[in-house]
């Protein structure tokens, strides 16, 4: 199969060079046309298999986001948008086939870091359960409908649909009602992971949907993980209007209608939190029984990322305030140092920040000179190397973690793509879906 047209990207690179400068055009090419060349595998059912990058597996949340440059240009070029295309039946498939695992294995091959359980599925790689996982297949499989009109892509999307919802319903009561363990019964925990069971850590019954992983791949601190939510939301949305749309199935636009004004209602209710010098703001997680952390994580869906979502727009009041909180100390995960300062997060060493944090810090900006400033510390703590990194050291670029790390690489590109007027579509917020 072939990915993409080299003329597309070509055209693409060219145009970045005339709008920015040397070096950071120089970046971009490189990080451009890696996930293309590196990371995509066709497999023998004509789908496509995608790398997170130096870890030999596909992560649902990763294989989305890596490919978000991309959808800007799928008009241009049919191979791309066959390539994205391939992507999201892989997703699908996926999804149906384990609906609480977070990455996946190009083959049966039964690779991952706890596959001594008997009932693992030698297709899984990790069983991490995160409710973004479920979340980003949907995400692509509407950007490429919506942006092209495409709709072979969609051959599992309801059957995946329906089994995402069933999920979501079980985890709203996941004490009482789920059966997912972290590790699997008889399994091994994955280096650095806590175990995530039907008891602990207590939650009490909120409307939203429970998760035991952060984006991060960490465990939740508190059950109910509100960004994750957030997206949850949105992609409730966009089932409902593919089930509307392409499929008329009302059954399926009323299931998830449901759920999303449930979980929405949650949100509302518990996810907003009133601190003594920020004011009203969303908390990162909580757990229904009054507690909750007030923090935010580099990895996406975070509380900066929600206008990238589609939760809300730029200027939403209740963002902008959540936002100031974020981009200060008060946020334990804000590191300010000598080479840069941006969001870090609990899975990377203390004082490191994240080059996808500065992406979405500069993407959500509303001032063009804050975006430029974000894309120039990105290129300038690139330790050299042309791509971007997992995290560097506030203080010593040199210091980084993940020499190759796709979607670092694809959020870097979006951005110059951004401020080089080249980024064309973007996701309508939730709150105009439901007026129109």
């Not at 030698?122 to 495409?150: F, M, N």
Request: glycine residues 8%.
């Amino acid at each position: 199969m072939s990915l993409f047209t080299p003329k597309t990207v070509e055209r693409v690179c060219s145009t970045v060079a005339q709008r920015v400068d040397r070096h950071t055009s120089a970046v971009f090419a490189q990080c451009f046309t890696d996930t293309l060349t590196r990371t995509i595998e066709e497999l023998p059912d004509g789908t496509a298999f995608v790398v997170t990058g130096d870890i030999p597996a596909m992560w649902l949340r990763d294989s989305s986001a890596q490919l978000t440059p991309y959808l800007h240009f799928l008009r241009q070029d049919p191979l791309l948008c066959d390539t994205v295309a391939a992507v999201s039946r892989r997703q699908l498939q996926y999804v149906l086939l384990d609906p609480y695992a977070n990455a996946f294995n190009a083959s049966p091959s039964g690779a991952g870091p706890s596959h001594d359980a008997a009932d693992m599925d030698p297709w899984v790689w990790e069983r991490k359960y995160e409710i973004d996982s479920l979340c980003y297949p949907v995400q692509l499989a509407h950007d490429l409908w919506a942006i092209t009109g495409r709709t072979d892509h969609l051959i599992d999307f309801v059957a995946a649909a329906q089994t995402i919802i069933s999920v979501w319903r079980t985890e709203q009561d996941h004490q009482d009602k789920s059966c997912y363990t972290f590790p699997p019964v008889g399994a091994t925990a994955s280096p650095g992971s806590l175990a995530r069971d039907r008891r602990e850590p207590a939650v009490g019954r909120t409307g939203m949907t429970w998760s035991g992983f952060r984006p991060s791949d960490d465990a939740c601190g508190l059950g109910f993980n509100i960004p994750g939510n957030m997206f949850a939301v949105v992609e409730l949305t966009h089932i409902a209007e593919i089930a509307a749309q392409v499929f008329g199935h009302d059954a399926l636009v009323g299931a998830a209608a449901g759920l999303r004004q449930e979980i929405e209602n949650g949100i509302r209710t518990h996810g907003i939190v009133t601190d003594p010098v920020a004011g009203d703001i969303y908390a990162y997680e909580v757990d229904g029984l009054g507690n909750y952390l007030l923090m935010d994580d580099a990895n996406v869906p975070s509380l900066l990322s929600l206008p990238l979502l589609g939760w809300c727009q730029r200027r939403d009041p209740l963002y902008v305030a959540t936002r100031a909180f974020l981009l200060t100390g008060a946020n334990p995960y804000y590191h300010r140092g000598l080479a840069a300062s941006g969001q870090g997060s609990p899975h990377t060493p203390p004082g490191t920040i994240w080059p996808i944090a500065l992406a979405v810090e500069g993407l959500t900006a509303l001032s063009e000179h804050r975006k430029a400033a974000l894309l120039a510390t990105l290129v300038a703590t690139d330790a050299g190397t042309g791509l971007m990194h997992e995290s560097f050291h506030k203080d010593d670029p040199q210091v980084f973690t993940r020499a190759w790390f796709s979607w670092a690489n694809a959020m870097f590109c979006e951005l110059v793509l951004d401020v080089a007027g080249l980024r064309t579509y973007t996701r309508t917020p939730i709150a105009a879906v439901r007026e129109a």
